[in-house]
C-alpha cells in the first residue's frame, strides 16, 4: 500500500522479482490521489540524482505485460485521496477479505 519504490521494480527482471517469486500473491494498492508518495519519491529521486520516475504506489507498474501473474494491481484513486488512509477505507478491507474468504479478484482492479 502506497509502495515508495520504483513503480518497475516488481517487473521480471527488476530488483524485487526474487522476492515477488517467494510469495503465493502480491498486492499493489496505489492512488494517484496519494500526493505524498508521489511527491516525495520524486523528490528523493532528483535529489539522488536520477531522472524523474514514478512510485509504484501513486501508479500502476510501468509495464504491466512485465508483471508475474502472482501480482496483483489495485487502483485506488477513486477511494484513496490522500497518504495513509488506505488503513481506513472500507473499500480495501471489503477488497482484501474477498480475496481471503471470496472469489479472487483478476490481475488489476479498480476500488
Do not use: W
Not at 524485487?16 to 528523493?44: M, P
Amino acid at each position: 500500500m502506497a509502495a515508495a519504490v520504483d513503480d518497475e521494480s516488481i517487473e521480471k527482471g527488476q530488483k524485487y522479482e526474487g522476492a515477488i517469486l517467494c510469495c503465493d500473491t502480491t498486492y499493489v494498492f496505489h492512488s494517484k490521489r496519494d500526493r505524498t508518495v508521489s511527491l516525495a519519491y520524486r523528490a528523493g529521486e532528483f535529489a539522488a540524482g536520477h531522472g524523474p520516475d514514478a512510485a509504484l504506489g501513486s501508479r500502476s507498474p510501468d509495464n504491466p505485460a512485465g508483471l508475474s501473474p502472482k501480482i496483483r494491481v489495485i487502483n485506488c484513486k477513486r477511494v484513496i485521496h490522500e497518504h495513509g488512509k488506505y488503513k481506513n477505507t472500507d473499500e480495501v478491507y471489503g477488497y482484501i477479505k474477498n480475496e481471503l474468504y471470496g472469489t479472487p479478484a483478476p490481475q488489476f482492479s479498480q476500488l
